[in-house]
């Protein structure tokens, strides 16, 4: 019998500029998603929870709340980004080309725009990324660049003792 460790995430020296991951986990937005985080992040926009209210607006139907399309993409990309972060330093340029609804189903791929060591701390690097969420046309719904802190190989709690 042979035991196989899983995927740990990658590490500062993994990261290559102009290397492009394509996170492997989609997800459909439900209406409860949409209600729930909307609710749960006092957001009092009827747009994103009252249906009879956004069958009113030009769209027809409520519009997923893009702190919610933030957060889902993001967190997408965790498994190839920032499973061993040790900080985030940044999020900017942030851009919501195409509305997302409930029903869609989002994927996501994130580019390594830089990776540099760390002036100060010796057991991280310095990584950015420009991660874009895409839904099942293939339209661009949100980008944004993430500056964070990953450890490097064989440093952080996994190696603590």
Do not use: C
């Not at 994130?110 to 690097?125: D, F, H, T």
């Not at 895409?134 to 802190?149: A, C, D, H, P, W």
């Amino acid at each position: 019998m042979v035991t196989h460790l899983g995927w740990h995430g990658r590490y500062y020296e993994d990261f290559v500029v102009g290397d492009v991951y394509e996170h492997p986990l989609g997800r459909t937005v439900t209406t409860t998603d949409n209600i729930w985080f909307t609710l749960l992040t006092q957001n009092t926009a009827p747009l994103h929870f009252d249906h009879e209210y956004a069958a009113r607006t030009e769209f027809g139907r409520p519009l997923v709340n893009s702190a919610f399309t933030l957060a889902l993409v993001a967190g997408q990309s965790v498994t190839d980004v920032s499973q061993n972060v040790f900080a985030n330093l940044g999020w900017t340029d942030v851009v919501l080309p195409h509305p997302v609804f409930e029903g869609d189903t989002i994927r996501s791929r994130s580019e390594v725009l830089e990776a540099r060591e760390s002036k100060s701390r010796p057991n991280v690097g310095v990584v950015t990324v420009r991660t874009e969420g895409l839904n099942q046309r293939g339209e661009r719904v949100i980008s944004f660049k993430r500056t964070l802190l990953v450890y490097k190989q064989g440093h952080g709690p996994r190696f603590a003792s």
